[in-house]
């Protein structure tokens, strides 16, 4: 069931910069965990960056440094800042949330969330 609906992919040339939205329901304030993952053709979905409800935060190592998640309570919306941007983080974005909080919010298992959005793409040239 498609949820969230996420923007702001593009296209851009390595070492250039993006910033993904995610507006949230009204209920994820009852959200153990929300973050982004991404999906390359070919590849299965992988974790990018988590945000727990404390604001507590985990990234894929390819991103440490380089990504950002936040999340802006007046707006109710996640964000995903992407710097520093290379060929390699090439993919569909996908925003997605955790009720059962199974992985404590630590943990890059797309099976643990079941909230989640269509997908923005971005592409990095080099």
């Known amino acids: 069931q498609v949820q969230l609906v996420e923007s702001g992919g593009g296209s851009v040339q390595a070492g250039g910069s993006l910033r993904l939205s995610c507006p949230l329901p009204?209920?994820?304030?009852?959200?153990?965990?929300m973050g982004w993952f991404r999906q390359a053709p070919g590849k299965e979905r992988e974790g990018v960056a988590l945000?727990?409800?404390?604001?507590?935060?985990t990234y894929a190592d390819s991103v440490k440094g380089r990504f950002a998640i936040s999340k802006d309570n007046a707006k109710n919306t996640l964000y995903l800042q992407m710097n520093s941007l290379k060929p390699e983080d090439t993919a569909m974005y996908y925003c997605?949330?955790?009720?059962?909080?199974?992985?404590?919010?630590?943990?890059?298992?797309?099976?643990?969330?079941?909230?989640w959005g269509q997908g923005t793409q971005v592409t990095v040239s080099s």
């Open positions: 009204s209920n994820s304030y009852i959200w153990y965990c």
């Open positions: 945000r727990n409800r404390a604001g507590g935060t």
């Open positions: 997605a949330g955790d009720t059962s909080g199974g992985g404590y919010c630590v943990t890059f298992d797309p099976a643990l969330f079941g909230i």
